[in-house]
Each structure stands twice: as structure tokens, then as C-alpha cells.
């Protein structure tokens, strides 16, 4: 169970971060300051926090003329679905779940 807890605490932070990171690089950008580079927005997405990063991409109205944003943040979020989906269909069972 507490394998379970961790997972939780780390998709729940990273979504955080996501969503942060949304809201400080719009600050940044209206402020023209040092930008937030867009890979590092995709890294965040990536690694579980797709879910923080739309709904900061709409929140806060950034990145939304980008179309990589726009269906590239959307498409990531599926793939963590279909990972998550997968996982949890597979014949075979993780130890550690």
C-alpha cells in the first residue's frame, strides 16, 4: 500500500508543477522576462504531469495558439491513459502493485 501512496503523492505533485509552471511562464512572458523553455513544459507533461499542465494551459490562457500545445499536451494525457489501462489489463502483475 504504501507503494500505491507514493505513486499518488508523486502524479499529484507533478500535476502541481505543471499547473505552476503554466502560471509562471505566463507571468514571465506578460512581464517579458527569462522565459520557461517549451521542452521543459513537455518534460513535465511527460513524466505524469499532463493533467496539471492543461488545465494550467487553459487557466492561465497560455500556449493555447500553439497547436503542439494544444494537441500534443491532449495526446500525451491519452498515452498515460492507455499506459495506465494496459498496466492494469495485463496478464502479468508488477510485485510492487
Known sequence: MKVI???VIYIFAVNVLGFALMGIDKYKAKKRGFRIPEATLF???IIG?????IVGMFT?????????FVFGMPAILILHIALV??????PVRIAIL
Open 5 to 7: 501512496l507514493l505513486i
Open 43 to 45: 518534460v513535465v507533461a
Open 49 to 53: 504531469g499532463a493533467i496539471g499542465s
Open 60 to 68: 492561465f490562457n497560455h500556449k493555447t495558439r500553439k497547436r503542439y
Open 85 to 90: 489501462i494496459a498496466l492494469i489489463l495485463s
